[in-house]
């Protein structure tokens, strides 16, 4: 893919991104006419940007909408909620395009069509806002009330009419190129130029020319109007780029208002009068020359005019030209001075120049009177400009930097930790091995400085993979609104701490999950408005997601003030399809009932909808999370609301776990799952209920024996006090203890994930390189407890 591209669809992602937001903004504050000039900007530069490319489909859907948005922002459309939805639409179908593009490099079939529904549907909306006149006139007058200007030659008329008698095709084309034309890659004259057989030509300026010190040389002001003939596809072609900026319609003889029939013969050529090519060329002079006039006759400058004005004639049929050229000529040299000629060039060209030809020719004079005093303006536009370089170089700079060079950036630094976690080993076989003493403690202290660096290093690349929530949030005020219209309810979405930070991986793996949990809370959580209304409630619920940062966790909250979770109802339904013993059922608390909607198959839904009903939900939601290490907790007050907190790590690139030994292996337990370690009394150890517990600060604890677990032909090793060592774990909301051999300190390692089928072994996490080369299977405590 181009580079070219590539900052395309970064780009055209980021402005669909805006455009959705500013959409919902106007949605929710309609009396607001600020975000609509930001709106239609964006929709202009996204269109402008994908002229740059053979997207016609995707160019003719943005000018649809961009001409919807000219007349939003005219006052002849007001905004609402059925405009918004087609212009979400037109987004939806502006994004589907780009992944095409993306995957592709070009859009597919499905795509190169312009999608004429979706245009006409926009379109439709011009249509409805078009002033309708008190008695439409018939086809056929309307036809013919357009009519060619009259600075078109009577001769050039009857030429015309006996082309279109003969069946040629003529339009006449109408180009006002945009005024940030120039920056979008786009030459006017460059594409007129390229027009075939140009019979007439006026390029006029669209409005009145500023004054001098006003006038923006980047800024296009012109405009084209041609008479040509050819076929309209051909006109499309040309001018394909530049769609939203040229209209075209067909000659026909009623537009050439003569009073009488062609005549049969072609007009002689001198009767066409002069090119319009030279007739350009001859303003420009007659501008130049007015601009110089003071200047000693004849200059450097008037001889140029002379030359041109001389070899433009004698490439010319008419003689009577040249005659008189050449008479005024004499008489400049006759009075020393070039008023003879401009009086005979203004004779030429119908009397005197026209406002802009004014404008010009004084900028002209302006910028030749002021060349004198160039040396000090030079001066100060110097220093000038050094103060502005030097702020632009104050100015933080940003560095676009594609993904995969990070993650290579990880991978290496993941191989520094693993290098370094080497450095240990030497120091202990240089002092157990080989007695050397010294030289083991100049490693330990070498291994202190390199993890120095490597923890600094790891940090800054982490700040680099660092990424705000507001990427994932972001979609929600789009799924809330189209989720809420579809259910019939009123919702009020409030964002908070989305400048919260998380590495780019913890904050993918939280989008699909946080989708879940909104649609649910949205179906299930919220009521309608006529039930609110019956408890007492507003009309309008309130669905509230909060980021925050805590120590080295990201925290999202989602909470509503809807119904709340009916520990009841879930018992009912749990019972009601077997998940749950009956027994074990009656002794849960309300808080363990409401933690049952995330069994896999729950649901409480009536109806099977693309909403709810699958049974498919809560279950996935945890899993999700517990899969990067994270922690979810539930909690809810019927008739109040629900509050749903997700826990994730801030980054998945390192990992610290601490070393255990079990049935003479070595496996790695991640240390934000370790509550603490201890070494209990077997005495301390007893059954209750065919499990193994055990009191630790006025707690009973279950016990999971890890050889047991792992299937291990080996007994727990005890030590020689009688003691078993225990690992208290965080297994979600409880705590459970895992009994293993021994303890062998933490360390940090890279996670790797098991592939293929031994990706589908439950109860591991992946494996890690240690400093000796050995492999260490890293356990996943809650898949063991299950």
């Known amino acids: 893919m181009s580079p070219l591209l590539q900052q395309f669809l970064q780009e055209s992602r980021e402005a669909l991104e805006a455009i959705g937001q500013t959409l919902l903004l106007m949605e929710r504050e309609p009396d607001n006419a600020a975000p609509l000039g930001e709106l239609f900007r964006l929709v202009h530069t996204l269109k402008g940007n994908s002229g740059l490319f053979e997207f016609p489909a995707l160019t003719s859907v943005l000018h649809a909408a961009e001409d919807?948005?000219?007349?939003?922002?005219?006052?002849?459309?007001?905004?609402?909620?059925?405009?918004?939805d087609q212009l979400l639409s037109a987004a939806d179908y502006v994004g589907e395009y780009l992944d095409e593009v993306e995957s592709q490099e070009q859009p597919g079939s499905a795509f190169r069509q312009p999608p004429k529904a979706l245009i006409e549907q926009l379109r439709g909306w011009l249509a409805a806002a078009a002033p309708v006149a008190a008695e439409p006139a018939p086809a056929a007058a309307a036809a013919t009330a357009w009519r060619l200007p009259e600075e078109l030659p009577h001769a050039l008329r009857l030429h015309l009419a006996q082309e279109l008698e003969e069946g040629r095709q003529l339009y006449w084309v109408d180009y006002r190129p945009a005024a940030e034309c120039f920056f979008h890659g786009t030459d006017p004259l460059h594409l007129v130029r390229q027009l075939p057989e140009v019979l007439w030509r006026r390029v006029s300026p669209c409005q009145a020319w500023p004054d001098s010190a006003e006038l923006d040389a980047y800024r296009c002001n012109l405009r084209f109007e041609l008479l040509l003939p050819t076929e309209e596809a051909k006109l499309v072609e040309q001018f394909r780029y530049a769609s939203d900026q040229v209209s075209w319609q067909p000659v026909d003889l009623a537009a050439l208002g003569l009073d009488q029939p062609a005549p049969r013969q072609a007009p002689p050529a001198e009767a066409l009068g002069l090119d319009p090519l030279a007739l350009d060329i001859l303003r420009t002079q007659r501008l130049a020359l007015a601009a110089c006039l003071g200047q000693p006759w004849p200059s450097g400058q008037q001889a140029a005019i002379q030359r041109t004005l001389?070899?433009?004639?004698?490439?010319?049929?008419?003689?009577?030209?040249?005659?008189g050229l050449r008479a005024s000529l004499a008489q400049a040299h006759q009075q020393a001075g070039g008023q003879p000629l401009l009086d005979w060039l203004d004779g030429q060209l119908s009397g005197a120049p026209a406002r802009a030809e004014q404008l010009v020719m004084g900028w002209l004079a302006n910028q030749l009177d002021d060349s004198a005093a160039s040396g000090a303006g030079t001066a100060d536009a110097g220093s000038g400009r050094r103060g502005e370089e030097a702020q632009a170089h104050a100015t933080p700079r940003v560095l676009k930097i594609e993904q995969e060079k990070i993650d290579r950036l990880m991978n290496l630094i993941g191989e520094i930790v693993v290098a370094k976690n080497g450095l240990p080993y030497l120091a202990e076989r240089a002092e157990q091995q080989y007695g050397q003493r010294d030289l083991s403690r100049e490693i330990k202290a070498q291994y202190a400085v390199v993890n120095r660096i490597a923890e600094d290093l790891q940090d800054a690349i982490m700040q680099v993979r660092m990424m705000p929530v507001s990427f994932i949030?972001?979609?929600?005020?789009?799924?809330?609104r189209d989720t809420?219209?579809?259910?019939?309810?009123?919702?009020?979405?409030?964002?908070?701490?989305?400048?919260?930070?998380?590495?780019?991986?913890?904050?993918?793996?939280?989008?699909?999950?946080?989708?879940?949990?909104?649609?649910?809370?949205?179906?299930?959580?919220?009521?309608?408005?006529?039930?609110?209304?019956?408890?007492?409630?507003?009309?309008?619920?309130?669905?509230?997601?909060?980021?925050?940062?805590?120590?080295?966790h990201v925290v999202i909250l989602i909470d509503d003030d809807g119904r709340g979770i009916d520990p009841q109802r879930i018992k009912a339904k749990v019972a009601e399809k077997g998940l749950v013993d009956p027994a074990t059922l009656d002794a849960m608390g309300e808080q363990e009932l409401v933690n049952l909607v995330f069994l896999p198959g729950f649901?409480?839904?009536?109806?099977?909808?693309?909403?709810?009903?699958?049974?498919?939900?809560?279950?996935?939601?945890?899993?999700?999370?517990?899969?990067?290490?994270?922690?979810?907790?539930l909690s809810s007050q019927l008739g109040s609301g629900t509050q749903l907190s997700l826990s994730l790590p801030l980054s998945m690139a390192v990992t610290q776990v601490m070393v255990i030994e079990s049935g003479g292996q070595r496996f790695g337990i991640p240390m934000d799952q370790v509550m603490e370690t201890?070494?209990?009394?077997?005495?301390?150890?007893?059954?209750?209920?065919?499990?193994?517990?055990?009191?630790l600060r006025g707690r009973t604890i279950p016990l999971k024996s890890l050889n047991q677990l792992l299937a291990l032909d080996a007994e727990q090793r005890r030590n020689e006090d009688d003691e078993q060592a225990v690992m208290v774990l965080r297994n979600r909301s409880e705590l459970a203890g895992l009994v293993i051999d021994d303890f062998h300190g933490s360390v940090d390692i890279i996670l790797k994930p098991m592939l293929g089928i031994l990706g589908e072994l439950p109860g591991y996490s992946g494996t890690a390189v240690m400093g000796d080369g050995s492999i260490l299977m890293i356990l996943n405590p809650m898949e063991l407890f299950q």
């Open 310 to 323: 001389e070899n433009l004639l004698d490439a010319g049929p008419d003689q009577g030209l040249r005659d």
């Open 603 to 633: 649901s409480t839904a009536e109806q099977i909808s693309d909403l709810s009903g699958r049974g498919v939900g809560m279950d996935v939601v945890r899993s999700a999370i517990e899969k990067v290490g994270g922690q979810l907790r």
């Open 68 to 84: 919807l948005m000219d007349a939003l922002r005219n006052g002849a459309l007001a905004f609402n909620q059925q405009l918004a």
């Open 678 to 695: 201890v070494r209990l009394p077997q005495a301390a150890i007893r059954p209750l209920k065919q499990q193994q517990t055990a009191q």
């Open 473 to 480: 949030l972001q979609r929600f005020p789009r799924l809330v």
């Open 484 to 552: 809420a219209r579809k259910l019939g309810k009123k919702v009020n979405l409030v964002l908070e701490g989305e400048e919260t930070e998380a590495d780019k991986a913890m904050i993918e793996a939280l989008a699909d999950p946080l989708v879940h949990v909104v649609r649910n809370a949205l179906d299930h959580g919220l009521e309608p408005p006529a039930e609110r209304s019956a408890a007492g409630k507003p009309e309008t619920g309130t669905l509230r997601i909060r980021a925050s940062q805590n120590a080295d």
